[in-house]
């Protein structure tokens, strides 16, 4: 990615910190994304002692991974300060007054501030679009994870927002951030050292009236364009004007449509491989890259 494609990380903290309040009467898709991977926790057996909750936003999954993982730890990670304190303040009195409230920690997905092998189940809902080197990320997610622990994830592929994305007028059209493949995330999970991902893919389309709607809605959950190379003035008259006569062209049914290709996957960190006496077996190569 280049220093001009690269997303800018204060950029993302204001627009999510100014969105907290608002965030949850906005965030329709993400939450009914979280519902839906919690109903996948239910096919895999994993008993976590310690949760981190990786882009954790307002909270939204704290409530459903409490109900089946009542005895773990939650550990909640957000760039956003204004996003961990508005999922605080979202618990109940009872959780608050017995002390049971999630660490919060202000942390980067890229450089997370947690020991190695610390966390058994890594839970991310549609945050890792806001990394500006997935690789990277998931071999720091890998990092954290403990052998046998389980990486568990959401997050946006490349037809997102395809509508918007071609209806930008003019030099505008690099102004929207990057989505990156649903085979190339898979690759890059086994790059980092992680095994057995499970990679599957589903669309979702919410409608509007106008576009000013759409733009609307994704000011609201602090997800407009952060990326370095955004122009300095999305919301002037005549792009705008611009844009609202291209989208035209998906009017379907009175209704203007927002694709969102929403991934998801699983990988697991691998335990440590074991000859016959149950020893660990520890793979020594050559300088010229062979094994002994």
Known sequence: MSAAQAIDKRAVRRSFD???AGYDAAAVLQQEVC??????????????????????????????????????????????PAMLRTARSRLPWHRRWLGRVPAAVCGDLEALPLKAASIDLLWSNLALQWVNDLPAAFRELRRVLVPGGLLMFATFGPDTLK?????????????????????????????AGFADPVIDMEPFTLT???????????????????????????AGKSWL?????????????????????????HAWAPLPRRGPGGRPVIEIRTAGGGRL
């Open 241 to 265: 004007a611009a844009l609202e006569r291209n989208y035209e062209a998906f009017r379907r049914h009175g209704r203007l449509p927002a694709t969102f290709e929403v991934i998801y996957g």
């Open 163 to 191: 509508e918007l994305r071609a209806a930008q007028p003019g030099p505008a059209r690099g102004g929207f951030n990057r989505f990156t493949d649903m085979h190339d995330i898979g690759d890059m999970l086994v790059a």
């Open 35 to 80: 519902a839906r991977s919690l109903e996948r926790l239910a096919f895999i057996k994993h008993q976590p002692l310690r949760i981190l909750d990786a882009g954790c936003g307002t909270g939204n999954a704290w409530a459903g991974l409490g109900q089946r993982f009542p005895r773990a730890e939650l550990i909640a990670l957000d760039l956003a």
């Open 18 to 20: 100014r969105a907290a």
């Open 208 to 234: 509007y009236e106008n576009v000013r709607a759409v733009m609307h809605d994704l000011k609201a959950i602090g997800a407009h364009s952060a990326a370095v190379d955004r122009p300095v003035a999305l």
